[in-house]
């Protein structure tokens, strides 16, 4: 039996129709788990925003605490320094006193001969002030070494904070758009 070509037209257009629905109901499915999808993602990334902000502010602080302390020990290690070189003055003025031990040795001994009993312990005293002025003149030249050191220590903080400077000037400008 011959079938009616108008008849197969439509139901094939039907069939047509009805496919084309179908495939346009999946799409706007699709779209709408996408824009869901995109909805999530942006929400999320929001939330990373907003914690990096913070975690930038907080760097921030920190930066600024790290140069603060750095500023206070270059300034503490100034005090020391001077320290150091009131100390040093100080050794070397009994360095200085020192030197004129020998000049009290050889007093004591022409007492000495007039005093056997003297002479023995200013002989054996004056031996003691030369062990003594032989430490001293160690102990000023280990204060010298000292002072260096602390010029070097000083030095070497100043550098350090110029460095930290440096790390946190770029933070500077993100300072006008954190909260």
Request: proline share 3%; no cysteine; charged share 20%.
């Amino acid at each position: 039996m011959a079938e009616d070509p108008k008849r197969l037209l439509v139901e094939v257009i039907g069939r047509l129709g009805r496919e084309t629905q179908i495939h346009l109901d999946e799409r706007h499915h699709h779209f709408r788990i996408t824009n869901l999808f995109l909805y999530a993602v942006a929400a999320f990334l929001m939330i990373v925003a907003i914690f990096n902000v913070y975690y930038i502010s907080i760097l921030w602080e920190d930066l600024n605490g790290i140069v603060d302390s750095v500023d206070s020990m270059h300034t503490n290690l100034r005090g020391v320094n001077k320290s150091m070189n009131s100390v040093t003055a100080k050794v070397e003025l009994i360095d200085k006193h020192m030197a004129h031990m020998d000049e009290i040795y050889s007093h004591t001994e022409s007492m000495g001969e007039l005093m056997p009993s003297v002479r023995e312990s200013m002989g054996a005293m004056a031996d003691e002030m030369t062990l003594i002025e032989r430490d001293m003149s160690h102990l000023g030249g280990g204060m010298g070494n000292i002072e260096q050191r602390f010029i070097q220590i000083t030095d070497g903080v100043g550098v350090m904070r110029s460095n930290v400077r440096q790390i946190s000037r770029p933070m500077g400008i993100l300072n006008p758009i954190m909260p």
